[in-house]
Each structure stands twice: as structure tokens, then as C-alpha cells.
């Protein structure tokens, strides 16, 4: 029935599970030079945690403390210790890597298991992960679980619909990971194509990398002719498996046993109650090689109240409903708009100004910079402007890792602001939730 | 010194090993549907194998034989012991599939870590995997063996080569995999960044995937200020890790424990000589799920005769020379020229002729297909070729797995051959091996 006991834990075994794991963590923390400075600035120490609420006692840690302690100044094991590194973004943007142990992997790779069996996927059951490999967490993340369930695992990798179309087919497939604006993509492929979803024969779809609405999932549901489950994870907290649906669809569960999570105040940090909504941080409790404690995510979201009708006892995390920073998220890649505005102002042809667009096209969130170019420039022949364009395409899609759209506009014919900027015009649908 | 002491067993030692693994694997072919009949009506089993040149009492398997059985014929264990699966090929071609059992995955790290470490890395060492991921074996088989040996492995996957520059830099890597022509390519980008390749400190590059000549590895070797070590593997026997070079760079050491060489005359199937240069026909001897006996690689090669410094007792194949079949790589795919003939011909705008070429550009191999279409195709408005363009060329790539040129051209402008038609022109620059 369910793939770990610890999954239906009563609450007090859970906060025990969470204390001894916060002491641990506190302890291995220690060994690394950004937490043996800031535990040993506050005093504490593994015995000052006798519950889950002693967490209170820790600062929290944000994305600019790992920025600043970029690459290694995490690290709580020996160097020959570590198998696996994920970087969260691209060049310019500074970028922050998290570093695996052979134990970590592991562990990670029995989360994501969990999840998958939760879902209703079983050993033997064949699995197509359809999400881009590579330092995108998604990929190796979902494959390593697969494995790890039991799972025929085909490893796709994203795009070619066509040639997934046949694996599909040909392998007989039970269940898929997808990031949900290429499932609603593909959908309208099988519907080009002429394919009844229902004749494929596949059951689950495991969604997440990229926020999304109830009705986006009872859409991706209907044109994929199968259950699709939500997903929530970070790559500061390995991956994929923090946060899951199961087969009540009725919030993700976030599993207790290996995170400590909190809702707190955006503004003050101060802890909020169940079912009040703010933003999620994440303590890890079972790595070893770079725990993190209270760590900020940005993401807004809520715990669901009540008890789930799967029977499981961690607490149930709402969908993410937004970010306390101007994060875009866009094909499952995380773009910050002043990673776009660094690689503009490093081109000598750019003018001052830029406008960054959302947009849809083929259910498919799209982005678009709007970007002025100095006058001489705008006024050279035609081949001096394509190959701007080209290359700007180029450096924009190796920093962001998405392939923008491009236009290049007349110096002065994106309206000035009064007051501060406005960078990012977003024109997709906003459905409700 | 070793990393697996089977490296150095003698060649009695290695016989003994190669005939029970004979035995084991031909009792294991036996549950496979295809094996049963094949052995059925040859009757032989296990008992009629006492050494290792008793393989030559089985038939070849082809990979004709492979598309038959497609896409489960070959399997000799229970469908639920299956965890992964690669296949070789795109949509239209018949593609072939290889399923791993978990024992597989594991048997197959362990060996590619064994040609690493043949190579010098280490533990501990830092290891950016710069080939794709997904269904390619080069992405995930070079990835478990690299975390396997405990190297901190990077997942970079392909391409973006500014952020490629960064990981190397950030995280002080000191060997890479890379096939060759973009190995090429990025000593090519170093030299316009104006970065001095010795000052990043890497050492080693793994370079496979595509066949190349000694002048192209010491070209690479300068171009990327390290030193470059050929690889040689196929998806029907795993991937990588088949063989490798050891430091000493003369020639291929054919892992003899896991694998049973053989080089026959193409012809006529007659086993060769040492030092001889014929088809290289491989035996799996330690595979559970899918083994395969005396599959035709349609790779040309030869055994190196003598021993090699390093002390291995494992032989040596030198550099592949050529293929039997039509087959061309490039950027590491597989390609056959049908493939992109079925994709043309299912196009009702296109006439009767078409020529592939292969040239240079940038230092990396390049395919581009000249299409004839029909003339009131060609007559069309611009809009509407550009609109059958780009749709070819997506189709085409979507296909064969790299992104071609294409020019249409005129209905009757590629001359027609006489006798049999000429479908691959290789402009490519020869150099002397």
C-alpha cells in the first residue's frame, strides 16, 4: 500500500523523526564554513533542539547566502566524498550549486520513489521521463527514482514529439514525467496527428518544474486522456520528490521525515498557521554532504489543513501560487529578468532600454525581449541587423537556456517609465485557479 | 594501480573467465523467444562450450536480426526486472532497443568506471560530462560510471559552450567527456575568448562516439591542452565502456571478462588473425537482460598484436577504420541515409532526386541534403518554400537526431546517376590516420 512505513507515521512519531533529524543536521552543519560561523555567532548547538518548533532558533538562509558561498563554502563532508553537482542557472546570473553525496543521491532517489508510488506507479510499470536531462534536476532527478521504484525507464529527454509519440507506443507506457506547458503541447499534437489519447494506454502523468492552476491540470488531464499529478520540488532541496500528490489529487504531501518545513511571514519571518498562506522554507533533515536550515524558497504557498483521504499523515502543501521575487518561470527553466538585462547591456549595440513579454503560443508559455538598438546601428543594413539578432539570440538562450523571441525596436520606441521600471509585461492567460 | 584486478589476469585466467561466461550466457539466451528457436534448431547448449573458440559453433546475430525481434524478442529475464532501456535510433528508421536489468546498469557503471580510471581519474576527482543525455548511451553510461568511480560528476549534458567554460572553471574539472568534433569546436571557442586552455587545469578528455584519426586526437590534445584517450562502445553492447585506452594511447583494451572479441573476414564470416583488419563481432558475457552472441557490429578494426606498457592482459582494437553498412555519424548520431529518404519521400512536394553531402564547418562534421521539388513547388511564393523548409528540416531532425542544412532546389538540377544512384557525397577533409 504505501512504498515506506514512515508514510503514515502518527504526528508524534514524526516529530521525533524531525527533532532527532534537526539535531543531526545541526551537527553536520557545523563542519561547513558558512554554518560553523553563524551557529557558532548564535551559540547553539545540536542540544538546543528538543522539538520541531526549536528550528525557530535558526537564522534563516537565503538564495544570496548560497550565492555568496558559491561554489563550495557548504560543504560539510570531504571533497572525495561528493559523486554530483546541479547548478541552478546560467553564467551571468550568479548561480548557486548544490552538491550530492553518494548517500544523498541515494536518499533523493528514494524520495522521488516514494512519490512515484504514490502516485499509483508500481515496479514493472514502464516510464517515460519526458523532461530535459542534463544540470536540470528534473531529468536525472525523476530517472534516478525510476530506477530506484523498479520502473522500465525510458529516458526520453524533452522535445520530438513525434519520435516520444513512438516510444510510447512501442514500450507500452504506463506513466510519463512532463513539465506542464509541453504536456498541454503535446496534447495538441495528438490531436494534429489524430490520436485518440485513450488508445495509448498510459495512466499517469507527474507534473511540476513549473507553477499551474487546478484547471490547467484538469486540461493537461483531458487532452492526455490520463491522471496528472502535481509536483513540487527545488533544487536547493535536491529536486523533484520534496512535495507530491497521491492519488487524492488533493494537495502535495511534503515528506516530513527528510524536510522540515515552515509558512512564515514574507516580511516579518515570523511562523504562520496552518492553512494561512506565505512563504514555503525548507530545512533539510537526512543530507549529509549540504544540509541547508531554513532555507527561503520564495515560494508562496499554504498547508492544507485536515487530515488526507490516502491515509498518509505528512502535511499537504497548496499549489505554489506565486514568488516573493520577480522569478520567471518559462519551459521549466528559472530566468531572473536581470540575468536578461546583464547579457543586453554587455552588447555595445544595445540602446537603454528593454521590455521582457509573456506570452502564449500553442499552450506553450513563450518569452520576448523587446529591445531598442542604438540608432546607427538601427539604421545599418539588413545582414548587420540579422546577425545582431543572431547572436543576441544566441547569448540570451545560453543564460536563460530557453530560446527567447527577439525583436529589435528604434531607440526610444519603448515608453520610458515614471518611476521604477517596469521590465516584464506578462500577456498569458491567467486562469483561475 | 587497478581498479578491478581482472585487468591484469593472464590469459589463461581470462580464457577460463571467457568460457564460463560462455556457458552462463548461453543458458541465460535460452529464455529469450529469439535464442530458443535459434539454439533449438542448431541444437547446442551450455555443455558444448569448453573454451572460447567455441563460439565459433554459433550463428551471427545481425541487426537486421535485432529490428525483427524489436521491441521485446530479446529479453531472457521477467518484464518486471527491467529498469532502463536506450534505443538507437529515430522514428522511421526501424530502431533497435537494448532493456537493462538492474544488475546490468550497475555491471555497466562498474565497467566504464574501470575505464576511467584506466584513463587516471580518480576519486575524488571532477568530472563534467559534457556529451547529451537521454536516450544517446554516451550521456547516462559515461554518468553512472563517473559517479560509480566517485568522481564529482557535472551533468553539463551538450553545448552552450560559455557556461560549459564556466563549470570548468568553477569547479576546477579535471577531465571531461566530449565527443570529438565538438571537442574541436570548443578549442575553437577558447581561442576566441582568448582563454589559454592550460590555465583551466583539466587533464583528461574521454572522446567517443565518433570514429576519428590519430592527427584529429593530437589536434584536440592541443587545442584543449590536455590529453585525449578514445573510446569505443555501441548501444547493443551497453554503450560505452566496451573499450578503452589505458595511458598508454596505443590502442583500445577490449574489456575480455565482460566482452568476447572476435574479428571475422565481412565476407565470408571467417574468423581473422591478429593484426588483421576485418568486423569486429562481439559477445555480451556478463549480461542478464538482454545478452547478445556474436552480434555483427559492422564496425572495421583489427587486435593490435603484443602487450601494452600498462601491463593490461585485455587485448587492444585499434582505431575503427570504417563500417561495412552506409551508416554516417555525425555529432554522435547514428544515421542511415534510408532514414532521411523515407522522411523525403513521405513529402508530396518533393520530386524525385535528392543528394546528401558532408562537409567541414567550424571544425565539426555538418550534413546537408539537397531536395529537388516539384516545379510548381519551386514556382511558389517565397513564403511557401520557406514555410516546406522549415518543415523539412524539422522532420528531418526530428528524425535523425542532428539538425541538417537543407536546399531545395530545382526539379532535375541533381544529376541522375547512372546504375546506382550516388545518394552521399563526403566532402569532408580526409586526413592520413
Same mark, same amino acid.
Given at each position: 500500500?504505501?512504498?515506506?512505513?514512515?508514510?503514515?507515521?502518527?504526528?508524534?512519531?514524526?516529530?521525533?523523526?524531525? $527533532?532527532?533529524?534537526?539535531?543531526?543536521?545541526?551537527? $553536520?552543519?557545523?563542519?561547513?564554513?558558512?554554518?560553523?560561523?553563524?551557529?557558532?555567532?548564535?551559540?547553539?548547538?545540536?542540544?538546543?533542539?528538543?522539538?520541531?518548533?526549536?528550528?525557530?532558533?535558526?537564522?534563516? =538562509?537565503?538564495?544570496?547566502?548560497?550565492?555568496?558561498?558559491?561554489?563550495?563554502?557548504?560543504?560539510?563532508?570531504p571533497r572525495e566524498d561528493f559523486i554530483r553537482l546541479h547548478v541552478s542557472s546560467g553564467t551571468t546570473g550568479a548561480p548557486t550549486a548544490v552538491f550530492y553525496t553518494a548517500n544523498d543521491v541515494a536518499a533523493w532517489a528514494n524520495l522521488v520513489a516514494r512519490c512515484m508510488h504514490a502516485v499509483g506507479l508500481r515496479r514493472g510499470d514502464v516510464f517515460q521521463n519526458m523532461s530535459g536531462y542534463g544540470l536540470f534536476t528534473g531529468g536525472l532527478g525523476i530517472h534516478y527514482g525510476a530506477e530506484r521504484l523498479g520502473c522500465l525507464t525510458v529516458p526520453a529527454g524533452a522535445g520530438n514529439s513525434k519520435r516520444q509519440l513512438k516510444l510510447l507506443r512501442d514500450f507500452k507506457v504506463d506513466g510519463v514525467h512532463i513539465i506542464p506547458s509541453y504536456a498541454l503541447h503535446?496534447?495538441?499534437?495528438?490531436?494534429?496527428?489524430?490520436?485518440?489519447?485513450?488508445? /495509448?494506454?498510459?495512466?499517469?502523468?507527474?507534473?511540476?518544474?513549473?507553477?499551474? =492552476?487546478?484547471?490547467?491540470?484538469?486540461?493537461?488531464?483531458?487532452?492526455?486522456?490520463?491522471?496528472?499529478?502535481?509536483? !513540487?520540488?527545488? $533544487?536547493?532541496?535536491?529536486?523533484?520528490?520534496?512535495?507530491?500528490?497521491?492519488?487524492?489529487?488533493?494537495?502535495?504531501?511534503?515528506?516530513?521525515?527528510? !524536510?522540515?518545513?515552515?509558512?512564515?511571514?514574507?516580511?516579518?519571518?515570523?511562523?504562520?498557521?496552518?492553512?494561512? $498562506?506565505?512563504? /514555503?522554507?525548507?530545512?533539510?533533515?537526512?543530507?549529509?554532504?549540504?544540509?541547508?536550515?531554513?532555507?527561503?524558497?520564495?515560494?508562496?504557498?499554504?498547508?492544507?489543513?485536515?487530515?488526507?483521504?490516502?491515509?498518509?499523515?505528512?502535511?499537504?502543501?497548496?499549489?505554489?501560487?506565486?514568488?516573493?521575487?520577480?522569478?520567471?518561470?518559462?519551459?521549466?527553466?528559472?530566468?531572473?529578468?536581470?540575468?536578461?538585462?546583464?547579457?543586453?547591456?554587455?552588447?555595445?549595440?544595445?540602446?537603454?532600454? !528593454?521590455?521582457?513579454?509573456? !506570452?502564449?503560443?500553442?499552450?506553450?508559455?513563450?518569452?520576448?525581449?523587446?529591445?531598442?538598438?542604438?540608432?546607427?546601428?538601427?539604421?545599418?543594413?539588413?545582414?548587420?541587423?540579422?546577425?545582431?539578432?543572431?547572436?543576441?539570440?544566441?547569448?540570451?538562450?545560453?543564460?536563460?537556456?530557453? =530560446?527567447?523571441?527577439?525583436?529589435?525596436?528604434?531607440?526610444?520606441?519603448?515608453?520610458?517609465?515614471?518611476?521604477?521600471?517596469?521590465?516584464?509585461?506578462?500577456?498569458?492567460?491567467?486562469?483561475?485557479?
Amino acid at each position: 500500500m504505501f512504498y515506506d512505513a514512515v508514510e503514515v507515521a502518527s504526528r508524534d512519531e514524526l516529530a521525533a523523526l524531525q $527533532t532527532e533529524g534537526l539535531r543531526r543536521t545541526v551537527a $553536520t552543519c557545523l563542519a561547513s564554513p558558512f554554518y560553523r560561523r553563524r551557529l557558532g555567532a548564535l551559540g547553539v548547538g545540536p542540544e538546543d533542539f528538543n522539538s520541531p518548533l526549536d528550528i525557530r532558533k535558526l537564522p534563516f =538562509t537565503t538564495k544570496d547566502d548560497l550565492r555568496v558561498g558559491y561554489p563550495d563554502g557548504f560543504l560539510c563532508q570531504p571533497r572525495e566524498d561528493f559523486i554530483r553537482l546541479h547548478v541552478s542557472s546560467g553564467t551571468t546570473g550568479a548561480p548557486t550549486a548544490v552538491f550530492y553525496t553518494a548517500n544523498d543521491v541515494a536518499a533523493w532517489a528514494n524520495l522521488v520513489a516514494r512519490c512515484m508510488h504514490a502516485v499509483g506507479l508500481r515496479r514493472g510499470d514502464v516510464f517515460q521521463n519526458m523532461s530535459g536531462y542534463g544540470l536540470f534536476t528534473g531529468g536525472l532527478g525523476i530517472h534516478y527514482g525510476a530506477e530506484r521504484l523498479g520502473c522500465l525507464t525510458v529516458p526520453a529527454g524533452a522535445g520530438n514529439s513525434k519520435r516520444q509519440l513512438k516510444l510510447l507506443r512501442d514500450f507500452k507506457v504506463d506513466g510519463v514525467h512532463i513539465i506542464p506547458s509541453y504536456a498541454l503541447h503535446f496534447g495538441q499534437f495528438l490531436r494534429q496527428e489524430g490520436v485518440d489519447p485513450a488508445d /495509448l494506454g498510459w495512466r499517469f502523468a507527474l507534473i511540476g518544474a513549473e507553477p499551474h =492552476t487546478e484547471r490547467t491540470r484538469r486540461r493537461i488531464e483531458e487532452v492526455l486522456g490520463l491522471k496528472a499529478f502535481n509536483s !513540487y520540488g527545488l $533544487t536547493e532541496m535536491n529536486g523533484p520528490g520534496v512535495a507530491f500528490e497521491c492519488a487524492a489529487q488533493a494537495g502535495m504531501h511534503v515528506w516530513e521525515d527528510a !524536510y522540515l518545513a515552515e509558512i512564515v511571514d514574507p516580511q516579518t519571518g515570523a511562523p504562520l498557521p496552518d492553512g494561512e $498562506t506565505g512563504e /514555503l522554507v525548507m530545512t533539510t533533515l537526512g543530507r549529509d554532504g549540504m544540509p541547508l536550515l531554513r532555507y527561503r524558497t520564495r515560494d508562496l504557498t499554504r498547508f492544507i489543513p485536515g487530515e488526507c483521504a490516502c491515509g498518509r499523515t505528512h502535511r499537504r502543501l497548496d499549489r505554489i501560487t506565486g514568488r516573493t521575487d520577480d522569478m520567471i518561470i518559462i519551459k521549466g527553466c528559472n530566468i531572473f529578468p536581470m540575468q536578461i538585462e546583464q547579457v543586453l547591456m554587455a552588447m555595445p549595440e544595445v540602446a537603454n532600454n !528593454y521590455l521582457i513579454e509573456l !506570452y502564449q503560443e500553442n499552450d506553450m508559455d513563450q518569452i520576448r525581449v523587446k529591445v531598442e538598438v542604438r540608432d546607427e546601428v538601427f539604421a545599418a543594413a539588413a545582414p548587420t541587423l540579422a546577425g545582431l539578432h543572431k547572436r543576441m539570440v544566441a547569448r540570451l538562450r545560453d543564460e536563460v537556456l530557453v =530560446t527567447p523571441a527577439v525583436e529589435l525596436v528604434r531607440a526610444g520606441s519603448i515608453p520610458a517609465a515614471e518611476g521604477k521600471a517596469v521590465r516584464v509585461e506578462d500577456h498569458r492567460l491567467l486562469e483561475p485557479a
